[in-house]
Structures are given as C-alpha cells and as structure tokens.
Nanobody, 126 residues
Framework: QLQLVESGGGSVQAGGSLRLSCAAS????????IGWFRQAPGKEREGVSC????????INVDSVKGRFTVSRDNAKNTVYLQMSSLKAEDTAVYYC???????????????????WGQGTQVTVSS
C-alpha cells in the first residue's frame, strides 16, 4: 500500500519549534517532489514549502520564510519540515504530498499531487 505518514505535530507556545516528518511507505521518495501544505479552520489549504527531488531547490511561502526549513533524506525515505519561531497563525493541520516528476531540480505547489498524508495538527498558543 502506497502512503505518506506525517508525524511530529503537537502543541507549542509561540516562539517554539517543531519538526514534522513525512515518511513514505510502498514507494521511493527519490522520484517525487514533495510539498507541505496546511489548512487552518475556516481557511483554504495553502502551500507552505516544497522541495525538489534532488533537494537542491526549496520554496517557502513568504509568511514562513526564515522560520521554516524543508529537507529530505532519501536514504530514510523521509522529508522534514523544521518549524521555528512559531506563531499563533501557524496553527493548522499540516499535510505532506508527493508527486512524480522527471526533473530533479524544480518544485511547485501548483498542479496535482499524487499522494497525500493524513495530516498532523500543529497548535501554537500565544
């Protein structure tokens, strides 16, 4: 069975840090771009970060630049989202998603993704 499983969410005070993990099973992440998305209550889902197959390219939405870092360890078949200096407005359910692409060095939130995780809740209290 092909699936992505997120972990690492939780509750933290503003200014704190969390590291989310996205582990793949049933397929190899080497062939996939990875996107991180989040959805807050009453809001649309938004792209947060993405990382290319090679890891050479990453993109972060303006609201998290300088605070969030996306990385991947293909040997562990896992992608990470390191979140620091968390703010109350970062509170949301975070999802990772994967899509197969031939190019190694690009990523984007736009367009469809093939696989989605179940989501992990991040709650930041001010």
């Amino acid at each position: 069975q092909l699936q992505l499983v997120e972990s690492g969410g939780g509750s933290v005070q503003a200014g704190g840090s969390l590291r989310l993990s996205c582990a793949a099973s049933g397929f190899t992440l080497d062939d996939y771009q990875i996107g991180w998305f989040r959805q807050a209550p009453g809001k649309e889902r938004e792209g947060v970060s993405c990382i290319s197959r090679s890891g050479a390219m990453t993109i972060n939405v303006d609201s998290v630049k300088g605070r969030f870092t996306v990385s991947r360890d293909n040997a562990k078949n896992t992608v990470y989202l390191q979140m620091s200096s968390l703010k109350a407005e970062d509170t949301a359910v975070y999802y990772c998603a994967a899509r197969a692409r031939s190019d190694l060095n690009t990523c984007s939130w736009y367009g469809g993704y093939d696989y989605w995780g179940q989501g992990t809740q991040v709650t930041v209290s001010s």
